[in-house]
């Protein structure tokens, strides 16, 4: 399939799910908010340039946010997260790596280990901005740690669930 | 100079990133600003939509319990039927009225709800007050409010416990009005000035007006109709043009007002549902 419909049909999905399945779900413990839809910017092809990476992850958050009656909560994240995976993709594989000659980072172009890594980093980085963000009205700081951390385990355990099973074969990009 | 643009250039996508993070914080903290006019109104017709699906497709789910639910009322309130209770007969005879049709049977239109005001304002060019009833207490949007004298505007906003109303001192405010004593029909608007002048427009030059004249809500207003408005003070002339620009007071006192009354037009959705369906 083409890559740009792909996209499109697979953020309406994630958003979806996010706002009608993840949110539904009656809270396991008051630190627990399961977040997954921010995968769909980890997603994203390794070629997207960076202000176009930052641009989908502010209105990607902000739809988001329609629904769930937040405005520029998940924007900010989202956005915090798009601008920061190029660095994190950077540090973890080099340039020369053959990473780059796939199209979009998933384990089976990066490697398990390189994966995981890729996705605790920018769910942490999601999570702690998103909680961050609600704790300068809440001031609490036991419910900012605590909501950081289960919060964090509980996106990355989802990531990994989701990875394992919609395995998405890579292609490898041959000199062009 | 050069080296402010290669700068810029160079440090582009940090700049925009933390624009956007500005924006989104903006959005964020000004909540209650954005929320009417940016944030809600056509994304959230979509988000409606989507919603009323899902909740449509919801509802199934919990049929039975509903069902449960519904059933142990039925018992509940079958327990207080008044044919399970003995009363003790004092009643000599009964009567039986025979028309059948009770032609002066009367249906209630507006319902009235007390409020207090919590927070006001005169002196912006919007303005707004905030009352100490919300949804929790029967109120919703749109619905109008009045005080003991005259007019006061419509409830825009509603939280749980409190409601903002944007007042007739508000730019954008309008209201459907009517000379007392003809029944010309016209508009009632603030021009921002004065908190102690409301203009009077669209009154055709044909009409015999003189100070003092009483201006009420016209039948077509949200509000209930013949509630006075104002008293005529001033009477201008719109130059090339054939209605008059009537300058009114207030009968509200928009400095001291305390206790409002917010008033519910039970046929709201049926007229509206009933407009809706005008060939366009």
Redesign the interface.
Known sequence: MNDLPKNIIRSILFILVQVFILHKIPPLHQFITPYLYFLMILWLPFRTSRTALTLFGFLYGLSLDYFLKTPGLHAAACCLVAYLRPFVINILISKEDSGFNYVSPAPSSMGWSQYMVYAFVLSLAHNTWLVFLEWLQLRNFLYLAGKIIASTGVSFLLIIITEGLFFRKQKFKTNI | MRNVFLKIRQY??LI??LT??A???????H?NR??EAV??DT??Q??GF??ER?SNIEGYFSLKKTNTELMEENTRLRNLLLQNFEIPDTSVTVVVDSIRVDSIAQYRKYEYYSARVINNSVTAQNNYITINRGYAQGITKDMSVISPSGIVGSVVNVSKNMSTVMSLLHSQAGVSASLKKTGETGRVEWDGKDPHEILFKNIPKSVQVQPGDTVITSLYSTFPAGYPIGVVTEIGEQPGANFYVLTLRPLTNFYNIQFVYVVKNLFKEEQVALEKTNPK
């Open positions: 582009f996508n925009f990133f956007l993070q924006i989104a914080c903006y959005i964020l903290f909540y954005f929320h944030f809600m994304a959230g979509i988000t989507i919603n899902y």
